[in-house]
């Protein structure tokens, strides 16, 4: 067997070439490669330079990739393992606090376009996940505040008791927690037909407002306004009281966003959850519960309300 560890060139230096040297003093046949940090690497021609270096260095179908690192690292190097040689055995090793409650579980891989966040990938499960919270002690706050979002998000959707909580609960039992309701939620729906769609609260907006920044806003900072955003239009649909919303848009920060609605319309109607180009949204009937919608999870929103909550965003931004 061989292994290749992948990683970025910023956890490479914190903990990539210390892992090498360990696995191989193991007797371990490996190789380390890197790309450079960040979203915007988490690209196709990312991937096809890692899957040529690989084949240039003699990898084939007895490889194991190991991914060490946040969420593009895992995401990328999941789309590469489920593809290289028709899919090798994958290791997650994440890095990050969004990385190890989010991104490294439930087996979605994939890689951004500029149509848009995550729309080429797979689902492929890895055959181990390795989680350390001593990885964190590196982790620049804004990083923790992005995997923050994710939990309190893993709250909204399934734990209300844990939303509420979450500021009490220690760090270590708050990620165990975040993984648990994530895992339960995937064993029920592995690929995304209902019940999954869930975890893509707050995304649908969020995704637009990746996209839209080219990535200089972070993952949390989007998903956070657009789990605040998406509980407006709830509130302003009748579906989620004015109590919910305004628990909700104490725990986040304030919202403003600088681009018009035309704008995020636009990256809307790409959105995988979309119908007949017309986007939907996963919305709360009250914290800790999601709107079932028959099964499907995810409602249209009345277009003047959407544009309303949209615009209303947008003016605070100004």
């Excluded at 046949?29 to 003699?58: H, N, V, Y």
């Excluded at 990328?76 to 090798?88: E, K, N």
């Excluded at 734990?159 to 339960?184: M, T, V, Y």
């Amino acid at each position: 067997m061989k292994y290749a560890l992948i990683t970025d060139h910023l956890v490479k230096e914190l903990y990539g070439k210390t892992l090498l040297e360990h696995l191989k003093a193991q007797g371990h046949d490996i190789q380390l490669f890197s790309f450079p940090a960040g979203e915007p690497s988490k690209t196709r021609a990312t991937k096809q330079q890692l899957e040529d270096a690989l084949l240039s260095q003699g990898y084939g179908r007895d490889t194991t990739l190991l991914a060490l690192g946040g969420g593009v690292v895992t995401d990328l190097v999941g789309f590469l393992a489920s593809t290289f040689c028709r899919g090798v055995h994958l290791i997650l090793i994440p890095t990050t606090l969004l990385a190890m409650v989010d991104a490294a579980i439930g087996g979605k891989t994939g890689v951004n376009t500029e149509l848009g966040k995550n729309m080429i990938g797979t689902f492929y499960f890895p055959q181990s996940l390795l989680i350390h919270p001593g990885f964190l002690k590196t982790l620049p706050e804004e990083e923790m505040f992005n995997g923050k979002v994710e939990m309190l998000k893993a709250g909204l959707i399934a734990d209300a008791g844990f939303f509420q909580a979450f500021e009490k609960i220690p760090l270590e039992n708050a990620i165990a927690r975040a993984i648990e309701i994530k895992r339960r939620i995937v064993a029920l729906d592995p690929h995304e037909k209902g019940l999954r769609r869930t975890l893509n609260c707050g995304h649908t907006i969020g995704h637009a407002v990746e996209t839209l920044s080219r990535y200089t806003i972070s993952h949390g900072r989007a998903v956070a306004a657009g789990i605040v955003l998406e509980s407006r239009m709830a509130y302003e649909m009748g579906l989620l009281k004015k109590e919910s919303l305004e628990q909700i848009e104490e725990r986040f920060p304030p919202v403003s966003i600088a681009f018009s609605p035309e704008e995020i319309l636009n990256i809307l109607r790409t959105d995988k959850k979309s119908s007949h180009g017309y986007p939907r949204f996963v919305l709360l009937q009250e914290i800790g519960i999601p709107l079932a919608c028959a099964g499907e999870y995810c409602i249209e929103v009345p277009l003047e309300i959407l544009t309303q909550v949209l615009h209303d965003a947008a003016m605070c931004a100004c």
